[in-house]
């Protein structure tokens, strides 16, 4: 399909869909709704491609998220939802920098939201800012206390500061999580040792072989 099809397609289903919402809204006061059917059309277009970019970033379909949704981020700077998602769409197409200051926006306008804060420091430490991951990611681990993920980038981010210690004990509780996860075991093993604490590290880089030869 053409994209000037792929657009016409966009506007029939848009108007398909808020068609009932559109005609009840002409019915109250013609008059009224035929001076304000532009400011109308725009709401509804608006709301129409928000919900577009935003199943897009869903559904993994970033390079689609992106297109869409910048035109509804130019339109309303204070969206928490699209900020999210759109600066997630951006880093996984390769845009960190622009994704990230996006994704520092949805925490600004909801910095109680968990799941825009647990984005956040994921992301601080896949930009390997670990210093600004750590506390972010400490309050999300209370409210998330069974989320692997969360645990073992955390331990990393830790590691990463020279805090060993707390990172093992933040590997370990990951590790309680997937006992079988070669990873995590590795993590700690060289926690371990950077800390100079080699017989402590044996068992883990023992375990972490282990693991990874029955999965070969």
């Given at each position: ?31 009224d709704a035929f001076r304000d059917a532009f400011s109308v059309d725009d709401d ?66 909801d910095p109680a939201n968990t799941k825009v804060s647990t984005v956040l420091g ?78 402590e590290a044996l068992p883990y880089f023992k375990k972490a072989n282990e693991l ?5």
């Open positions: 399909m053409s994209s000037k099809s792929s657009d016409i397609v966009d506007e029939l289903n848009l108007y398909t869909h808020y068609g009932l919402s559109v005609t009840k809204k002409l019915g109250v006061r013609l008059v509804i277009r608006r709301s129409y491609y928000r919900d577009k970019g935003i199943g897009h970033a869903k559904n993994g379909r970033y390079a689609q998220a992106v297109a869409v949704l910048d035109a509804v981020w130019d339109n309303d700077g204070d969206d928490v939802d699209v900020a999210l998602h759109l600066g997630i769409a951006c880093v996984k197409t390769g845009e960190g920098e622009r994704g990230l200051a996006l994704i520092e926006r949805a925490h600004q306008l994921l992301t601080y430490v896949q930009e390997q800012k670990y210093d600004l991951a750590v506390p972010l990611l400490i309050k999300v681990a209370e409210a998330n206390p069974v989320n692997f993920n969360i645990r073992y980038r955390l331990g990393v981010a830790l590691d990463n500061l020279g805090r060993f210690a707390e990172a093992i004990d933040s590997f370990k509780i990951a590790a309680g999580m997937r006992p079988n996860d070669a990873k995590v075991h590795r993590a700690i093993a060289y926690s371990f040792e950077q800390m100079g604490n080699h017989e990874e030869g029955s999965a070969a």
